[in-house]
């Protein structure tokens, strides 16, 4: 109609076009922008930069910021938080050191996705050094921040610090709860992650959606049926149970605690199922013992249009290991690359390695060593080592046993596993 659309109206376009799905679109409507003369204007080069990074593009994203001629705090913390969202927090905190030679004071929400950066990166140097800075900015008492630094120190491993701030908020809501609980969770204190759940049920604060799957995350290591199945009762009076995410991690629990049974109830129950349902289930049956039964589940799953993928393969490959099932591990694990175009991890040539190895084909196992495209390593091995010491091939064992002394000098089972190799062979010397 030949109006011409001004600064405003494309600031609203663009963020209307920050996703994914409107990558397109959104270099349309930026060749507009340029056409016009606003390319130049610090607010829509920021909201550029903003809407590339939320669709994606970081190399765009980028090569808009650079292109400024004035940037701002605010253009600073959109490409910071661009590659901290992206999962570069090394190249966030460059970034971050580089805006303050220039002199741009830092503003919460430059902190928020430097701390961001610094949990991706587990640095707990660096956290430390920008959570002074924090303290010192006076940004330590907004509830959001201090939530933040509770899950930077969680994912550095230093609990100290992260319970220091914890406790240091005054009015902690659900995600300071969850975000301390998580910690603990990650760090492998599940007895505190759950006498805090506790702690915040006493204080009438209620348990979301993230808060039950870093409990659960606790139960996972502590694999107690009596507290899996506490915990599975809160989620169902909290009214969570239908949600796909919580029905995948309980499957999962009742695998780990050797419930089979109600492993596979929550899985019949749930409206919808994903492929991590079914491999949940299907590494439930392989650790329980169920070989027959997970490869049931792989060929159901199929039937119903849900596509595997690496970890699916690898709960199969575990399954044939527990089960004893060579031709079944040598079809999947051949089936994966052939049928469904997935590159085989290290974990899978590891499986297949030590299924080989317990039926006494050292061959046909050092054969597919050799012929990994990735370097073995050390648990790779040790599956090689136990098979040799199992089938008294002298050797081998000894071969494997200097591969393992080589990437994990720290491990003594190598030289127990080699003893008794020499020893059953009447090797003293």
């Known amino acids: 109609e030949g109006i011409i659309p001004n600064k405003a109206t494309f600031v609203s376009i663009l963020s209307a076009c920050a996703s994914r799905a409107a990558l397109t679109e959104g270099k349309r409507i930026h060749t507009l922008i340029a056409a016009s003369g606003f390319e130049s204007d610090a607010t829509v080069g920021n909201s550029l930069v ?29 490409i910071i938080a661009a590659y901290a969202q992206s999962g570069h927090g090394r190249e966030a905190l460059k970034l971050y050191q580089q805006m303050d030679v220039e002199g741009v004071n830092p503003n919460r929400i430059t902190f928020l996705s430097v701390v961001d950066a610094c949990a991706s990166i587990a640095s707990l140097t660096k956290g430390r050094a920008i959570h002074e800075r924090i303290v010192a900015g006076g940004f330590e008492r907004d509830v959001a921040m201090s939530n ?57 604060v209620e348990p979301n959606k993230i808060t039950f799957l870093s409990i659960v995350d606790a139960c996972v290591r502590l694999a107690s049926l009596a507290k899996a199945r506490t915990v599975h009762e809160q989620i169902v009076a909290s009214g969570f149970e239908s949600d796909v995410t919580l029905g995948n991690a309980l ?16 899985f019949d129950k749930m409206h919808q199922r994903d ?13 329980n013992g169920h070989g027959k039964d ?63 190895g317990r039926v006494g084909l050292l061959d046909e196992a050092n054969h597919l060593m050799c012929s990994m495209l990735i370097e073995p390593d050390a648990v790779t091995w040790m599956s090689l080592l136990s098979a040799s010491r199992v089938h008294g091939d002298v050797e081998r064992g000894t071969c494997a046993a200097e591969h393992v002394f080589e990437l994990d000098p720290k491990n003594a089972a190598p030289y127990i596993l080699l003893s008794n190799i020499y020893a059953a062979a009447g090797r003293w010397d």
């Not at 120190?153 to 610090?161: D, F, P, V």
Request: aromatic share 8%.
């Open 50 to 78: 903003n809407m590339y990074s939320k669709c994606g593009s970081l190399e765009d994203a980028r090569l808009v910021f650079d292109r400024m001629h004035q940037r701002d705090v605010v253009s600073w913390s959109a």
């Open 148 to 204: 933040a630094l509770i899950s930077m120190y969680g994912k550095c491993g230093s609990l100290k610090h992260a319970r220091a701030v914890f406790d240091r908020i005054h009015r902690q809501d659900v995600v300071s709860w969850t975000a301390m609980i998580a910690a603990y969770a990650q760090n492998g204190r599940s007895r505190e992650a759950l006498e805090l759940f506790r702690q915040m049920d006493l204080e009438g």
């Open 251 to 266: 499957v999962n629990l009742y695998g780990k605690c050797g419930s089979l049974k109600d492993a596979q109830r929550i």
């Open 275 to 287: 492929v991590v349902s079914w491999n949940a289930l299907i590494l439930a049956s392989a650790q």
């Open 294 to 356: 997970a490869i049931e589940l792989f060929h159901q799953m199929k039937l119903e249009g849900v596509r595997p993928n690496d970890l699916t393969f690898l709960g199969m490959l575990h399954a044939c290991n527990h089960a004893g099932l060579l031709d079944e591990g040598r079809h999947y694990f051949m089936s994966m690359r052939l049928d469904h175009g997935i590159t085989p991890m290290l974990e899978h040539y590891s499986c297949m390695i030590d299924l080989l």
